[in-house]
T-cell receptor, first 111, second 106 residues
Framework: SQTIHQWPATLVQPVGSPLSLECTVE??????LYWYRQAAGRGLQLLFY??????ISSEVPQNLSASRPQDRQFILSSKKLLLSDSGFYLC??????????FGPGTRLTVT | GENVEQHPSTLSVQEGDSAVIKCTYS??????FPWYKQELGKRPQLIID?????GEKKDQRIAVTLNKTAKHFSLHITETQPEDSAVYFC?????FGTGTSLTVIP
């Protein structure tokens, strides 16, 4: 069966520091991969999605970037965090453009 | 598929009553509409979905209806139970509504 992992589970970082969040999927090949951010008490904002290695589409221009170095690995990065980057970051995968399955999430607090 | 409006933002019902959440979308080419349930501090989980070639789908106490002409779709939960309390999100493929916080009062 397929599983999706995210780490770390929680992270506290100072303003201006770099960020690297990792997501990996097991049990499937060539999944579509997604990064979402959820601010406290808010909805899910699609940040990036990828249909294959090296193929990244950005939905929201900001100080975040994403990379897909391997088929089942998706990384979210920032060179300098802002206070507004705080939130719950969720990775998801899908086969094709239908059902999405979410990872456990990373709770990021920028101080 | 980026503009998804969801109402109401909060909903309280008595246990056993029905709950209805409504969403509208703007892209006439959209063809997949999932609904997710998110409990506090947890990941969203798919509870039901509908594709554009059908108008209604049911799964036990949960049903979803789709009106392509009007570009709106709705989630119906019947015989609500306290464990139905959560935040519910509609989506137009990957683009999410703002969520509805449902509270079922015992």
């Amino acid at each position: 069966s397929q599983t999706i992992h995210q780490w770390p589970a929680t992270l506290v970082q100072p303003v201006g520091s770099p960020l690297s969040l990792e997501c990996t999927v097991e049990g499937t090949s060539n999944p579509n991969l997604y990064w979402y951010r959820q601010a406290a008490g808010r909805g899910l904002q699609l940040l990036f999605y990828s249909v294959g290695i090296g193929q990244i589409s950005s939905e929201v221009p900001q100080n975040l970037s994403a990379s897909r170095p391997q088929d089942r690995q998706f990384i979210l990065s920032s060179k300098k965090l802002l206070l507004s980057d705080s939130g719950f970051y969720l990775c998801a995968w899908s086969e094709g453009r239908y059902e999405q399955y979410f990872g456990p999430g990373t709770r990021l607090t920028v101080t | 598929g980026e503009n998804v409006e969801q109402h109401p933002s909060t909903l309280s019902v008595q246990e056993g009553d029905s709950a209805v959440i409504k969403c509208t979308y703007s892209d006439s080419a959209s063809n997949y509409f999932p609904w997710y349930k998110q409990e506090l501090g947890k990941r969203p989980q798919l509870i039901i979905d509908i594709r554009s070639n059908v108008g209604e789908k049911k799964d036990q106490r949960i049903a979803v209806t789709l009106n392509k002409t009007a570009k709106h779709f709705s989630l119906h939960i019947t015989e609500t139970q306290p464990e139905d309390s959560a935040v519910y999100f509609c989506a137009d493929q990957f683009y999410f509504g703002t969520g509805t916080s449902l509270t079922v009062i015992p």
